[in-house]
């Protein structure tokens, strides 16, 4: 029971990390109907500048570490929405009608890109920081000496992504932007028609899905102690899984699929078999959209001609 | 009065110095920006395990300076070039001389192909490149059978080349069996997979395709990866027999081609013979291709591409169509793999990733999707640019996903050949409007 308590607790932190990278899916395939296939490489690119922030920052002789998590998380959410407006500028706004799997090549194109320019800048061995957040609280200690404890890093993770979906939800339902938004989401030449600017609402919904896995990738950081360049491929997978397993285009959806595909991972690891995690969490993705094509919040999809 | 309306507006469009030394700043300044911790800065972790860094100002400067100029002359180039919209005339008797040209490649091509091992027969790297660029051609054609006829994205191709390759290994090394007999059994194997993949997929479309065929073939190499006792995991299978030329086998020993046949013995026989067997594989995958197109499962196939929702009204099977897809292409690429297999006699899950997957599908789009002649020259092309490159290895998936990006902006319909419909109606009927408005148009 105690270590089935201690799982839970490893994979709701996981599935948070899953659930702001699916977020990023979510949004972007409400709205364009793509799959941004090099977001789960933002979410590296994000934990990059996160430990590049990190590093210049203790150089510089800062302690306090909540200034420096909060400056570390400022400062790479700004460089990697960045780099969100830059992909859709470049890679994705120039295809926006061309034929219906363009798109999508050049978002693979793009992961290629993405993936070599950070090994070729960053170089290709791992990454490790040491642990920026220590300590923890014991919740539990069992009979046979097994401890259940719940780390501060784990809270952290936990409650950064709490606020953030909060504030997150709070701009798609009440501000003018997330109203644009769902405008363009229903039907763009309409929203267009109505005064919406479609493609600054388009950008700017790149701009917070990079934001937003920016945070992923420094809660990743922060909570697993490494990055390196090609952690974005599986990692973008899972996330991509996640979003379709919660029914893409629902926000609430693509958290609720995070922590779902967290829970699983982490408690196959810990009863079945470490290697085929990743086996297991792709075969849910076939299992869903076989028998579950319209995820569990998502609404169905009216065949157009 | 639609005549000033018709007036080309071009000097408003044409901007002026200051509007693109703008675009330029800008670009430059976003540049710097995205740039600045990634190159500015680089990591490494130490010798004691701890990060340590430094700072590469000088390259950041210049690659701010490269996005600066380059957007000066991207700019340039786009004026020069005028808006996309722009019909270009081509004088007729270019035209004339294109068509020529375009008819004569192919058999021109398969002349010089035949010829290769004659001309270079001392030159082992260019059998040995030229071995490779089939193997593509290959691929290309197999998946061309799916993405390019049926318009099924498959992301996952390279899973089915994985079945082929380490069904022969394994079936060789096992059980003794010869290439002869593997190769047949590896195609029906990667066929089998092809079905299973493709009955749960029947009703997925686009995006999601793609991704589940992804996941397929990322579970298919992890599988292989971590079953360590069938597959040897990440040590892969080595000491695969090499091919034999029908039962003889191309050896210096007695019963040896070259002691039979009463020449001398040389090396370079085998690679002749897996060049000649190559050849041999991608012409048979080309040849079915081409017959199955003028079948009438291949012009369902075109249906599907062209419209799923018209062809399941016409009464077009779309369950059988898109299954049989999947089988023929992955046996190809099951043949393929098998090829593969016995060429190199080692085969290791690092050949099987999704960056390989993704080249094939980069060669099948940038001969234009269904193109039998853009594929062969796309497959020459992207690995011919590979080999530019070697040297410059860590640049070259880099510049390979530039490409990519560029070639769906630039010419999203592939850059060699193009699209048509095997059949299509010769003449449209010019219907007066009383009938069209009576339905019968």
Redesign the interface.
Known sequence: MDYFAQQLINGIVLGSIYGLIAIGYTMV?GIVG??NFAHGDIFM?GG??A???F??LV?LGLTAVPVILLIVLL?SMA?TA??GW?IER??YR??RH?????????A????????????????A??????PIITGGYTLHEGSEGFVVRLSNVQIIVVIATIVLLAIFTWLVSRTRLGRDMRACEQDQTMAALLGVDVDRTISMTFVIGAALAAVAGMMYLLYYGLVDFFMG?VAG?KA??AA?LGGIGSLPGAMLGGLLIGLIETMWSAYFSV??K??AA??I??VV??FL?TGLLGRPEV?K? | MTAPASQPTSFSRVPGIAFIFKKALISALVALVLFSLMIGIRTEAGPTGQLIFWTRFGDLASMVAIVFGGSIVVELLRQWWGPVETVRIVPPSAQNAMAIGRRAIAPVLLIFTFLVPVIFYDQRYILDLGILVLTYVMLGWGLNVVVGLAGLLDLGYVAFYAVGAYSYALLSTTFGLSFWVCLPLAGILAAFWGVLLGFPVLRLRGDYLAIVTLAFGEIIRLVIINWQSLTGGPNGISGIPRPSFFGIPLTPGDDGLAARLGIEFSPTHRIVFLFYLILALALLTNWVTIRLRHLPIGRAWEALREDEVACRALGINTTTTKLTAFATGAMFGGFAGAFFATRQGFISPESFTFQESALILAIVVLGGMGSQLGVALAALAMIGGFELFRGFDQYRMLVFGVAMVLLMIWRPRGLIGHRAPTVFLERNQAISSELTSEGRG
């Open positions: 395939y793509m799959i690119i990059f500048i430990l590049i922030t590093l210049l150089s400062v460089i960045l780099y830059t470049i890679a120039p295809l061309s034929f219906r799997l363009a798109p999508m090549l050049s693979i194109g793009m992961s290629f890109v993405l993936i070599n320019y950070s090994q070729i800048a960053q170089g061995r791992v990454k490790p920081v040491p491929f997978i991509f899984t379709v290697e085929y990743d086996v792709f075969s993705l076939i959209l076989i094509p065949e001609v």
